[in-house]
């Protein structure tokens, strides 16, 4: 009985989660870790903007927001993330703060590269931003978009 006990007390508790420093501003998300290890995460976050943000995480079946923290203000999310990649980015705005540019990336424990994209090593998910583009002269301007036509004939 005693050799159990005293092998009970060599035994790892439970794992203090690992912090993540997240600063808010216009327009940026910025980690003071980009790779971290599988487990609790504390996201202390910073809003250093002068106008409302917050973060959402987003990944491996994993999908959570903080509650919109003030100019100046700090939040805390905590969560218990497995081994991928994650997106961290601000939801404000139905989306318009993250196409902005607030979003950055989260690696959680090793990952591997067929792994992580799902396309066989491809990096799609790292495919170039849209370009924009500058149409000088005058007339009409026409965006055409993939897909097929909205409209069945």
Not at 6 to 15: K, S, V
Not at 59 to 66: A, F, P, R, V, Y
Not at 77 to 97: A, D, I, N, Q
């Amino acid at each position: 009985m005693k050799r159990i006990m005293l092998l009970l007390a060599l035994l790892p508790g439970p794992r203090e989660p690992a912090q993540v420093n997240v600063r808010l501003s216009e327009w940026k998300v910025e980690l003071s870790q980009q790779n971290i290890a599988e487990g609790p995460v504390t996201f202390v976050v910073t809003n250093s903007g002068q106008i409302p943000h917050a973060i959402e995480v987003e990944g491996q079946g994993i999908e959570k927001e903080i509650e919109t923290i003030q100019p100046g203000a700090t939040g805390t999310l905590t969560l218990t993330l497995k081994r991928g990649r994650y997106e961290v980015y601000c939801p404000v705005g139905e989306g318009s703060h993250k196409k902005l540019g607030m979003e950055a990336r989260l690696t959680v424990g090793s990952v591997r590269t067929s792994e992580s994209t799902g396309y066989d090593g491809s990096a799609m998910g790292d495919a170039p931003a849209v370009q924009a583009i500058s149409v000088t002269g005058g007339g009409p301007v026409v965006q055409i978009l993939p897909g097929p036509f909205p409209f069945p004939d």
